[in-house]
């Protein structure tokens, strides 16, 4: 799968699950602040850095993914594939 059509896939299947993804500067001026999950107002939300290349992304929302329970949620077999591989390939890229 190519590494753009793999990060919408993602991107989907998060907000299908109910987590929205904001993308913003995580730069406080002394360092970065790490990318993550938290909840705003009872709502799920990534926080995505907007400085975070493709595969770092990716390899995020993997992360991300991997704490949420996918059981009951369509997910097409190359992306659940994906999440279920041990390691994180993309991580390096």
Do not use: N
């Given at each position: ?8 896939h ?5 907000e299908?699950v ?16 790490a ?28 992360q ?11 997910v ?9 591989e ?8």
């Amino acid at each position: 799968m190519k590494t753009e059509v793999l990060y919408q896939h993602l991107e989907d299947l998060l907000e299908r699950v109910g987590i929205s993804i904001v993308y913003d500067d995580l730069c406080d001026g002394q360092g970065r602040a790490a990318s993550g999950l938290c909840r705003v107002k009872g709502r799920r939300v990534y926080i995505m850095d907007r400085a975070k290349d493709l595969p770092e992304r990716i390899s995020l929302l993997k992360q991300c993914l991997s704490e949420v329970d996918l059981d009951e949620v369509y997910v097409l077999p190359a992306l659940r594939e994906f999440l279920e591989e041990e390691g994180d390939p993309w991580k390096d890229r």
